[in-house]
């Protein structure tokens, strides 16, 4: 019997996305992989990049809403001495300098020089929207697209391999490659990292390959991929979904409800504060989850509800 004959139960499913897919064929992928239409993502990857895509299965989409902000992680490769109209590989090429002058020394300063809390113009090719209308789409189009800087935090930028290479644009064009890790703040973009180190050392750049290896405390090692989800479904296996439950202490600190505590919430009614700073998320004695409170005060208050009484 597949997953779609059992009927999905309620949970995020840590997905490795391959290549060549858009984060919403990945959901009509996984769809039909659940066999609802119940499916949701947190956190859009581009076409190119790999790796931890969240999706959601029936009513734990609401649980999204708290994936959305989270730190994240990436390993990626940028290429000195060209600049793309996409910031990434998929654009055409619009400049080309040479930089074999470029020292390891300079690329690792200024990639040191984005580390902290930073003003970053996203790509133009990026979803920020403009005037109610997405930035890439614009500049698909034809338009001259110019984005304000938006502050984000970047934690982390750890240099590996530096090396030359060739552009694909032919083998007399020299460039340079650079292996990167990355952990930063949700909203940054890894393509904009890419263009303004080329910018800065004066020989452009763009980004040649991305891997999100993390989303908060979701990792690579629990991700599985499309191929597998799908094998495990039409083996009547479980997905490995984590138990919306599970996610939520994942997601934020957690509480135990009593019974009485637990039919209060059922009807939206707060609980007595626990002293737990920010969201909290409430678990029967079974572990199922009942509710996210936020405190105020003396009170913890419902901020969502998930166990609503019929």
């Known amino acids: 019997?597949?997953?779609?004959?059992?009927?999905?139960?309620?949970?995020?499913?840590v997905v490795d996305k391959p290549q060549g897919i858009t984060s919403h064929g990945v959901v009509a992928r996984m769809r039909r992989i659940c066999g609802t239409r119940k499916v949701g993502h947190g956190g859009t990857?581009?076409?190119?990049?790999?790796?931890?895509?969240?999706?959601?299965?029936?009513k734990a989409t609401k649980l999204?809403?708290?994936?959305?902000?989270?730190d994240k992680s990436y390993t990626a490769t940028i290429r000195l001495g060209e600049s793309t109209v996409t910031d990434d590989a998929e654009g055409d090429v619009t400049g080309y300098a040479n930089p074999q002058a470029v020292t390891e020394e300079r690329i690792r300063a200024g990639l040191a020089a984005m580390v902290g809390e930073i003003?970053?113009?996203?790509?133009?090719?990026s979803a920020v929207k403009i005037d109610g209308k997405r930035a890439y789409k614009r500049v698909r189009e034809g338009e001259a697209v110019e984005l304000k800087p938006r502050r984000v935090t970047i934690a982390s930028i750890e240099v590996g391999s530096v090396r030359p290479s060739v552009s694909a644009a032919g083998e007399d064009l020299p460039v340079l490659d650079v292996d990167i890790d990355v952990s930063c703040s949700s909203g940054t973009y890894i393509r904009a990292i890419a263009r303004d180190l080329g910018a800065a050392l004066g020989v452009g750049g763009h980004l040649t390959a991305l891997r999100r290896t993390r989303i908060g405390g979701f990792g690579l090692d629990a991700a599985a991929t499309l191929d597998v989800l799908a094998e495990r479904s039409d083996a009547g296996e479980p997905l490995g979904a984590l138990t919306m439950g599970e996610a939520a202490a994942r997601l934020m600190p957690t509480r135990t409800a009593t019974a009485a505590e637990a039919k209060a919430l059922s009807y939206g009614k707060p609980l007595d504060a626990a002293g737990i700073a920010g969201r909290s998320a409430v678990l029967d004695e079974q572990g199922e989850l009942l509710a996210v409170l936020v405190e105020q005060g003396d009170i913890a208050k419902p901020e969502t509800v998930f166990a609503a009484a019929s």
């Not at 019997?1 to 499913?13: E, H, S």
């Not at 990857?45 to 029936?58: K, Q, R, S």
């Not at 003003?119 to 090719?125: E, G, R, T």
């Open 64 to 70: 999204l809403t708290y994936v959305s902000g989270l």
């Open 119 to 125: 003003d970053q113009v996203p790509s133009s090719v």
């Open 1 to 13: 019997m597949t997953a779609a004959q059992n009927g999905p139960r309620p949970g995020l499913i």
């Open 45 to 58: 990857l581009d076409p190119m990049a790999t790796g931890v895509l969240i999706v959601a299965v029936g």
